[in-house]
């Protein structure tokens, strides 16, 4: 057997969209650009030269009636994975998603299936700005009968795309444009990241922090910060926000008491405020603190100086959760010098 | 013409006239649990391009699709049934009147927000055409439907891709109250559209059952050649309200003088009038203890457990 091997976010998405290719030919892959020369920033490269473009293909601009052709394809018994390149672009699609995808199977009495991926990317940096930033899964975790997924490194990028393709209900795949230079080990055969169960990325005793999507590497750079000042985080990426694993992060929050939830999302009646109350309703007796920080409640701006103000970053997740761990002690900020070294390097434009 | 072909035109549109006729009757009584969008004056559409499809082929529609269900070969009893609310209807009791569907006659399911079913419809004609076995689809909308992005953007898509994909409009003149002038600047760009975009669309001004018939017949085998989709635009008149089961001509939106040609018209007297009256009798006693016995199974079956709630969820 090969053994894993570093590999890059978007490389794994690409090779788990070749191998289910390969291995189930009711499988196709269309969206704006995935058939051109760059390929989704790679990951769909090569792949209509390797499968034709009868099941490789763009699509004219026209996202609404795109989700129905995907839809009524799955539902006729073929696995369409919906590409968009950035997530903004899914609210075009709301009316076929939230009516049709997530409702058939129930409404038409399990007469049909819809076997959907719906890929989509969301930006960060370079000016994005309002309509190329926004992390909008909670307006699909609020929906019964679709699943949401926002795999946080290539690994479960890998896994949770095939499980996603192999899944006979519709799934709303959310990736982050700054996840994908980043490398893991991954295995080269196929594997599964299956829906509901969360990872505890590192342990650690003091406080539970819980990432969503890009924002789990942020958390993970900011428990390395508080390593620093006596601090133990114990961090968990949820990987699936529908279904949601509740019990690891409840467990790992009875012990703690402290829970903090970093979203890459707004805080009003985000995934954040569903994580905190159902662990408020589950542990009413546990005396748990909790806290949530995520987007700026307000739109994205392009200037570099307000976005760095917007987003949730190691320092200001690590402030936070220094003021949990100790409420009666004077703000702790992790030095400027200490705070740029766990930075995500940006990317640059143009896109 | 053909004894034959008037007979089973006749048995069809009968069924579906009767079926809705005996649903308004039952509706004051509140057994049935659903809102109910009547066909009656507009059946003709779904008879006639049924009758030019194969039993492989699939159809889907909006709210109003009791005739297509029918014309399509979906089971009777069943969609009775799911008017009812009872687990042996067709969506098990959560679909109701608005989304009937049948996949072992090639119903795909019928949807309540207008238009939404059009690409659906596309995609089952993109596997059709992948699985290579000349299936074709056809997708009923009304007129308002056209109205809708997502009509022009599989117009085009459909076009693009060669998709065997029949579109066909019911044209009544309106959606709920509203009539085409209130919404169109020019009422006759919506086959006008159809064919600045790529898809060859005839118009049967008259609602002529035999007339949508032959266009039917004749786009269908340009889909089956795989030549691409094509629209069948046929003008018609609904005689009962938007929703529910009666008359509205008393609500001061439209005139009955306006409805009087059409009911004069009226394809299933036209078909009765072709057929010796004893094989119209027997023709209708079987039509009616089939319906009779849709009720009597919609009323005798269970209501759904509560656990019914999240299955298929």
């Known amino acids: 057997m090969p053994e894993p091997r570093p590999l890059r976010y978007v490389e794994a998405l690409r090779e788990a969209i070749d191998q289910e290719m390969t291995r189930d030919p009711s499988v196709f892959l269309f969206g704006l650009d995935v058939d051109d020369h760059l390929g989704i920033q790679g990951s769909t490269k090569g792949l209509v030269e390797k499968y034709g473009p009868d099941r490789v293909f763009t699509t004219p601009l026209s996202e609404d009636a795109m989700t129905g052709v995907a839809i009524g394809a799955a539902m006729a018994g073929m696995r369409p994975i919906h590409v968009h390149i950035r997530m903004d672009f899914m609210l075009l699609c709301m009316n076929q998603l939230v009516n049709i995808a997530a409702k058939a199977s129930a409404m038409w009495g399990g007469q049909v299936r819809v076997p959907l991926v719906v890929r989509s990317m969301i930006g960060k940096s370079w000016g994005q700005g309002a309509q190329h930033s926004q992390g909008l899964h909670s307006l699909f975790m609020h929906i019964p009968g679709l699943k949401v997924v926002a795999p946080s490194n290539a690994h479960d990028a890998k896994g949770c795309l095939i499980a996603a393709i192999r899944d006979d209900h519709p799934v709303i795949f959310m990736e982050h444009r700054l996840l994908y230079p980043t490398s893991t080990e991954v295995d080269p055969a196929p594997f599964l990241v299956q829906p509901g169960q969360a990872r505890i990325c590192r342990p650690g005793q003091d406080i539970t922090i819980v990432g969503i999507s890009n924002m789990v590497q942020e958390a993970i750079r900011a428990a390395e910060l508080l390593d620093e000042v006596g601090i133990t985080a114990e961090v968990i990426d949820p990987i699936w926000l529908r279904p949601l694993d509740i019990d690891t992060i409840l467990t790992s929050a009875r012990r703690t008491r402290r829970l903090l939830v970093v979203d890459n999302g707004w805080t009003m009646c985000g995934a954040s405020a569903e994580i905190v109350a159902a662990i408020a309703e589950r542990a009413p007796e546990a005396g748990i603190h909790a806290r949530r920080i995520g987007f700026a409640d307000t739109t994205c701006p392009t200037s570099p100086w307000l976005e760095a103000h917007f987003y949730p970053n190691p320092a200001s997740i690590a402030a936070t959760a220094w003021n949990l761990v100790h409420p009666e002690a004077a703000p702790w900020q992790p030095s400027e010098e200490q705070a740029k070294l766990a930075y995500q390097t940006q990317f640059k434009g143009p896109f | 013409m ?17 079926f809705e006729e005996i649903t308004a009757e039952i509706y004051p009584s509140d057994r049935i649990k659903s809102p109910v969008h009547l066909a009656i004056g507009q059946e003709q559409v779904a008879v006639a391009v049924c009758d030019a499809l194969s039993a492989e082929d699939w159809v889907g529609g909006s709210y109003r699709s009791h005739a297509m269900y029918l014309a399509k070969g979906g089971d009777m009893a069943q969609m009775m049934a799911e008017m009812y609310g009872k687990t042996t209807g067709c969506c098990r009791g959560k679909g109701g009147s608005m989304h009937v569907i049948a996949p072992e006659a090639g119903v795909m399911g019928s949807s309540a927000v207008v238009g939404t079913q059009i690409p659906v419809a596309a995609g089952y004609a993109l596997a059709a055409r992948h699985a290579g076995r000349g299936q074709v689809v056809a997708v009923f909308m009304g007129d308002g439907a056209t109205e809708e992005g997502c ?163």
């Open chain 2, 2 to 18: 053909n004894p034959t072909l008037i007979s089973r035109l006749y048995t069809a549109l009968r069924r579906i006239r009767r």
């Open chain 2, 151 to 313: 009509y022009y953007e599989t117009l085009n898509f459909a076009a693009l891709h060669h998709l065997p994909l029949l579109f066909v409009v019911e044209n009544n003149g309106y959606a709920i109250h509203e009539p085409l002038s209130k919404r169109r600047a020019r009422p006759e760009a919506i086959h006008e559209v159809a064919t600045a975009l790529g898809v060859p669309a005839t118009v049967i001004p008259d609602g002529d059952l035999f007339a949508i018939r032959e266009a039917a017949l004749t786009a269908v085998a340009a889909l089956r050649r795989g030549e691409g989709p094509r629209l069948i635009e046929a003008q018609v008149y609904r005689w009962r309200q938007h929703v529910g089961p009666n008359e509205d001509f008393d609500q001061g939106y439209r005139d009955r003088a306006e409805a009087e040609p059409w009911m004069q018209n009226d394809p299933l007297a036209r078909l009765a009038a072709q057929i010796p009256t004893a094989d119209r009798a027997t023709i209708d006693a079987a039509i009616e203890s089939e319906i009779a016995a849709a009720v009597t199974f919609a009323e005798t079956s269970p209501p759904p457990a509560p656990e019914e709630l999240f299955r298929d969820a």
